[in-house]
Each structure stands twice: as structure tokens, then as C-alpha cells.
């Protein structure tokens, strides 16, 4: 059953007549399949325990799958969640039982698993509970959420990443040779931008490309053609990639949303990871608004989580939010300054020892030797407040965090100030 869904053909797509049989032709997933890491370990010994497979499209959990099928000396039978009912699951957990009975073990792969509904999980459970199954899984979704608490309980997840864009080039140079076409880096690497880590996505567009090409040479205009997008030829490791994000920056810095939207979308129609605009503009949400106008890290968070649940194209708009957000939002590096003010200070001034009351006294030497002697419970004071030092002897007055008129953070100013004039008041 295995050689159905891992044998190769000539009439088969790029990527499936590509597809590595060995850990050794495997690319990325190094921190799994290195030499010395764990699930190479596993592989190699053919100790193989229940887990799940967990990542993005096209980034080798099915490929996985198939080099244990043939390194493992147990019957493997492969199931798809997309086809499969209740009816076909028992009959593989039959043919199971009858395998464990004569010795043999059988390790179950399932295609898509957080397609199967609560009812068809726990239609495993008792199988993978009393050994009659190994369970391998493959699920593009978070396993936290798809899987049933107890069967995930039962499985190791292995966290695939999306490939980088030199694993994704090296496939395509192997299947230049094997299409018998020429294309040049900057081709290639536009390739790799465009399929986002995905080497599926990566070898169709190329043997695509070799179709069309013309004299078997692949030109940008081909390429264009077959992607429809234009602006391709995208380093995202290169100048162009930081002068984009750093235009989009600036643009939701100087509240020009026209501006930021148009930048989002030429790094996203180049083929950026959305996750990596997200995880600026959530830096943007505290280095540049902070708390002139605090809603703006929540809304930052909630589109990167939105972009990891979507993905492209879908998650466009989230982004697009998200940035208009940030662009309208009054601004505030105060948050910023406070902390570079801060670092400077410990970096740069002698590591001085944390206030005998600022520490807990965990045993009777500590208290002996005046762990917390003279420290004061904010909540049990009016209004929470107390004139008691927190910074070290030669630091106290500093100040770090000045914030400014702008948004809400007039109201910390205000209150700021109320309690700085406070605590001057009590200590004298």
C-alpha cells in the first residue's frame, strides 16, 4: 500500500518524481533529521513512537512519511482524513489487530489527520492506548487545537518549518537537470521567493515554466506569465527586502496609511512571508504608538495570529488592518527611549546588588541576613502607593520613561507625575 503512494514515475508531476527516499537526499528540517537529532535518531534505530507531523504546505511531512515506510520493518498502511470514514477505520484497526497478534507492528500514517471530526480521532484512541497502532500524523493546522487532548497526549509532535529559500534553489537546480531546461539564480530565486517554503509549490511553477520556456531557457516574461505577478524578482534576503519594510515602516511612522497599505502589498505580492510583515508591525505596535494609544499591540497580535491561521491570500486584509491601524493610531517612541535609556545604564554602569528589600527571604539565613527587611506592601497602603526605593543606591532619581502629550498617554503623564509628586512628598 505504501508503494501506491510513494513510487515514481515519468507521468508523474516534478515534485513527485523528486520526491527523496532517503534522509540523506531530505532537504531542511536539519534541527529533526541532522545526523544526532532526535527524529533522525528515531528513524535510523526504527524505534518509531505515535507523533504528529505539524507544518506549513510542502515542507516534507508526507515526504517523511514515506522514507520511514521504507526504512521501518513494520507494515505500514497510509489513510487519508479527506476519504476515509469511521467504516474504513476499523477495518485498518482489524487488520491491525490481527498483525499485533502474529508479531508484526503496524504503523499507520494519516494524511490531513485534523480533518477527522472528534468522533473519527477517538475511533484511534483505544488502537494507539494498548499498542496495536503507531499513529503518524500530518496536519498543516495547529495540533493543539485540531487534535483530541487525549490522542495528542499519545503522540510526539515534530514542528516542521517552511523550507528556506537556498533548500527550495537546490531542489530547482536538481530539477533543471531533470527537465533538461536552464534558468539563472535570479530566476530560481525569484522561484523560491514566490512558493513561500514550499517545495511543492516551488517544482510546479518551475516544470510550468519549463513547459513554456523557449529554447528550453526560462526568461523572466515566462515567468511573469506563469505566476501573473510581476514585481518577482525579490530578494527577500537582499537590499530590496529592507528598503520595503523599512518604507512601510516609515510610512505608518509619518500617519501616511495610503502610503503603508501600497508598501504591504509590493512585499506581499512579491511573495513575502506574511508572518515577517506581522512580526514588524508588531514591534511598530510598542517601539512607535505604545501607550499614546495601547489597543494598537493587541490588534498587532491578533493580525500575526490571523496571518498564521489564513495564510495568503486570505490574510492580506488582516495585515492591511492592521497597518491603517498602526498609521492612524497617535505615536509615542517613549516606550522605546525608556528601554535604550535603561539598557545603556546596565550595560555601561557597575552591576549592582538588588536591595536587601527588594529580596525574598526564602530561608531563616536570608531573613538573618535582612532579606526584606524594611519592604513595603503596596496594597497594603492607601491607594497602593508607598515612597519606597526600587533602584540601587547610586541609580536613585534616574528617570527612563518620559512619556508625551500625545493620545492616551497624556492620561500616564498625568498619573505619572501625580505619583512621582506623591513619593517626593512622603520621603521629605
Known sequence: ?????????????????????????????????????????????????SMIFWGPPGVGKTTLAGIIARKTKAEFVTFSAVTG??????????????????????ILFVDEIHRFNKAQQDAFLPFVE??????????????????????????????????????IMKLLRRGLVILGVQASDDILRAMANFSNGDARSALSLLEMAA?????????????????????LLYDKN????????????????????????????RMLEAGEDPLYIARRVVRFASEDVGLAEPGALSM????????????????SVNLTQAVVHMSIAPKSNSLDAAYNSARHDALESMAEPVPLHLRN??????????????YKYAHD???????????????????????????????????????KNWKENHRK
Open 381 to 419: 497602603f492607601d491607594g497602593a502607593l508607598t515612597a519606597m526605593d526600587c533602584l540601587p543606591e547610586s541609580m536613585k532619581g534616574r528617570e527612563y520613561y518620559h512619556p508625551t502629550n500625545h493620545g492616551s498617554e497624556e492620561h500616564y503623564k498625568k498619573r505619572l507625575e501625580g505619583i
Open 130 to 167: 494498548r499498542g496495536s497502532i503507531i499513529l503518524i500524523g500530518a496536519t498543516t493546522e495547529n495540533p493543539s487545537f485540531e487534535i483530541n487532548g487525549a490522542l495528542l497526549s499519545r503522540c510526539k509532535v515534530f514542528v516542521l518549518k517552511a523550507l528556506s529559500v537556498g533548500d
Open 1 to 49: 500500500m505504501a508503494e501506491s503512494l510513494f513510487a515514481s514515475s515519468t507521468n508523474e508531476p516534478l515534485a513527485a518524481r523528486m520526491r527523496p527516499l532517503t534522509l540523506e537526499d531530505f532537504a531542511g528540517q536539519e534541527h529533526l533529521t541532522a545526523p544526532g537529532k532526535i527524529l533522525r535518531r528515531i528513524i535510523d534505530s526504527d524505534r518509531i513512537p
Open 211 to 231: 513547459i513554456n520556456s523557449d529554447g528550453g531557457i526560462i526568461t523572466p516574461e515566462i515567468l511573469e506569465q506563469c505566476t501573473s505577478r510581476k514585481s
Open 238 to 265: 537582499g537590499e530590496e527586502h529592507y528598503n520595503l519594510i523599512s518604507a512601510l515602516h516609515k510610512s505608518m511612522r509619518n500617519s501616511d496609511p495610503d502610503a503603508a497599505v501600497y508598501w504591504l502589498a
Open 85 to 106: 470514514g469511521i467504516k474504513e477505520i476499523r477495518e485498518v484497526m482489524k487488520q491491525a489487530e490481527a498483525n499485533r497478534n502474529f508479531g508484526t507492528r503496524t
Open 300 to 315: 498587532a497580535v491578533a493580525a500575526y495570529h490571523a496571518c498564521h491561521f489564513l495564510g495568503m491570500p486570505e490574510c
Open 361 to 374: 527571604a526564602e530561608t531563616g539565613l536570608m531573613r538573618e541576613l535582612g532579606y526584606g527587611k524594611g
